[in-house]
């Protein structure tokens, strides 16, 4: 009963991620999307200073922070609500969830098996052919079905 709520909330986890990656969003701007969003608005710094109550010294140093990937999502989402905007934030995977699992499993089992085959070679008894690939997926199987934590 854990393993398939733990699969069922990999699989939601990848569908609800999948959103994101379908809106294959563009990249930031160089300066930043505070200060992107604020000039393509016509806000000086200096008006954008007056409405978060900080100096315009402190409205340059924040939309450099952004634009270095230094800025905290406090600060960010402050900068966002005070432009009327919603900061929205996601890790979103290269590859699904799952698949990520599945391969991690596949190089923890190689990797597992690796000593085994080398030892058995050595006493003249390597598994050899399609009993190797076999001996992988059940490898496999049961690192996917045991604990997760083993696999990281």
Same mark, same amino acid.
């Given at each position: 009963?854990?393993?398939?709520?733990?699969?069922?909330?990999?699989?939601?986890?990848?569908?609800?991620?999948?959103?994101? #990656?379908?809106?294959?969003?563009? &990249?930031?701007p160089?300066?930043?999307?505070v200060?992107?969003?604020?000039?393509?608005?016509?806000?000086? !710094?200096?008006?954008?200073?007056?409405r978060?109550?900080?100096?315009?010294?402190?409205?340059?140093?924040?939309?450099?922070? $952004?634009?270095?990937?230094?800025?905290?999502?406090? @600060?960010?989402? #402050?900068? !966002?609500?005070?432009?009327d905007?919603?900061?929205q934030?996601?890790?979103?995977p290269r590859?699904?969830? @799952?698949?990520?699992?599945? *391969?991690?499993?596949e190089?923890? &089992?190689? *990797?597992?098996?690796?000593?085994?085959?080398?030892?058995?070679?050595?006493?003249?008894?390597?598994?050899?052919?399609?009993?190797? #690939?076999?001996?992988?997926e059940?490898?496999?199987?049961?690192?996917? $079905?045991? @604990?997760?934590?083993?696999?990281?």
């Amino acid at each position: 009963m854990e393993n398939q709520f733990r699969d069922l909330q990999l699989q939601q986890m990848d569908a609800l991620l999948a959103t994101w #990656k379908a809106a294959q969003l563009i &990249a930031r701007p160089r300066s930043g999307w505070v200060r992107a969003i604020r000039e393509s608005l016509g806000m000086s !710094a200096a008006a954008f200073a007056r409405r978060l109550g900080m100096s315009h010294a402190g409205v340059r140093k924040l939309e450099n922070a $952004e634009a270095s990937d230094a800025i905290t999502l406090a @600060s960010l989402r #402050k900068l !966002a609500e005070a432009l009327d905007c919603e900061l929205q934030y996601a890790l979103v995977p290269r590859t699904s969830l @799952s698949q990520h699992v599945k *391969e991690r499993a596949e190089s923890v &089992a190689r *990797e597992r098996l690796r000593p085994i085959a080398h030892s058995m070679a050595l006493e003249d008894q390597a598994v050899q052919g399609p009993l190797t #690939k076999l001996q992988l997926e059940l490898a496999i199987k049961e690192l996917l $079905e045991g @604990s997760r934590r083993e696999l990281w």
